[in-house]
């Protein structure tokens, strides 16, 4: 029998560093985005269709009652890619949801289960792990409490793919951008 080595995919603390992790992704999302990605849609190609279901999300992350269904509808799938960039943004969402302990992430997960469907067969899966809570080394080394940690983390993350790394990360900035009642989502 050889010796096999298991990694946590879970969540194991919350976003302890959360201040310092929007701080970090407030200086570094800006600066290089890649072509394609959710960033450069929202900014640059297709800013209009974004508005309605990031506008209704945060209002449900502020805990208004929103139709999540309807608002779920038109961001999985959107993009290009193995994984979708709006895909990719709900994997962040879902990852800060549960790193700030929001109690509404299981609304999200109910809403978003049904839907998997409308997307590709690998982002649906990435999802699905990502709705019981399952994540990738990376992206769950951004709750490390030193910034040293951090830092390589956030690195890394942006290295997934063309822009799934960007993408996911534009999520978490989104979660926590809402969560400290900054209203601006870069």
Known sequence: MSDCQWSITRLVRGLDNEVTLLGELNRLLPLAPPAGGFWAQKHEYDGSYLVAPLTELGHWLKGAWVDLS???KRLLGYGQGLTPSGD?????VLFALEGIRNLRRGELVVALLPLLGRTTDISAAMLLFA?????GEHLLQLGAGESEILNRAVTQV???GHSSGHDILCGVHFVLSQSHE???WL
Do not use: A, P, R
Request: glycine share 10%.
């Open 131 to 135: 709705t019981m809570g399952h994540y």
């Open 88 to 92: 990719d943004f709900l994997l962040g």
């Open 158 to 160: 942006f290295e997934y």
């Open 182 to 184: 900054k209203n601006i």
């Open 70 to 72: 309807s608002t779920l």
